[in-house]
């Protein structure tokens, strides 16, 4: 096979193939095309934009009036391939946007809301239905977010400590598995969020576990309370020592990791 022939940029002076990956097509270029490489080409594009984009922006407004359907539609899945290919990109020009028009994007967002408020309220539902270890994190968030604590539990944390007390109760060993059951795996804080001191590590993976809820269940029960005086009260001196170190062992499992 042969193999494929290079072509010098006419303005970085590099050598690359001669292929649509590394040039633009152009009638004006040698073998159908451009002489600057696609990288020189995109940054002639940032700064000819950015000298006058009002300019730049009626320019654009002017080729979109002009461009047959066929020419659009062509267009449009070429961007849509762009976009698969190169997710970061995507996610990186989204945060940018966002930050640039916070304030405007949060009007027009409450105003399309209160516009369509059924639709969002029912789209919501679904969401809440179809992701509940998601929507259980988002509520931890809330809180913590109020109380000023640290924050940086996510639900694959979670699915990882069921994992590791085989999605059972984390202190009583109760399994919630039964989806009849009236008892529920709850994330519960080991140091409680109510503990006021400046050692409260607050919603981390080294902090939250599996306990059962409902009916007599062991977060229940636990409440707000520090888990030694807990343990102590329910289940005295010796098996508190041993569930305590079973709840430890599991934290210093999470930090080696």
Known sequence: MDSIPQKKCSQCGKMFPESIQFFALGTRGINGFRAN????????????????????????????ATITPEQRIERNERDRE???????????????DYEKNKLKRKVTMRKNYEKNKPVYIERGKKWKKANPEKVKVN??????????L????????????LEYFNHQCAICGYDCSNPNDNRVLAQDHWIPMEYKGIDNPGT???????????TDGCNNLKHDFMPDVYLNKCFGYTVACEIQKKITDYFDWIRTR
Request: aromatic share 10%; glycine share 2%.
């Open 204 to 214: 981390v993976p080294t902090n939250i576990v599996p306990l059962c809820h409902g």
């Open 37 to 64: 490489c696609r990288e020189c080409s995109r940054a002639y594009a940032r700064k000819r934009y950015w000298s006058d984009p009002e300019k730049q922006r009626i320019a654009a407004r002017e080729y979109n």
């Open 139 to 148: 509520t931890l968030k809330r809180i913590i977010r109020k109380r000023s």
């Open 150 to 161: 640290p924050m940086s539990y996510s639900p694959k944390d979670w699915i990882t400590a």
């Open 82 to 96: 762009w976009r698969k290919n190169n997710p970061d990109k995507v996610k990186a020009s989204k945060k940018r």
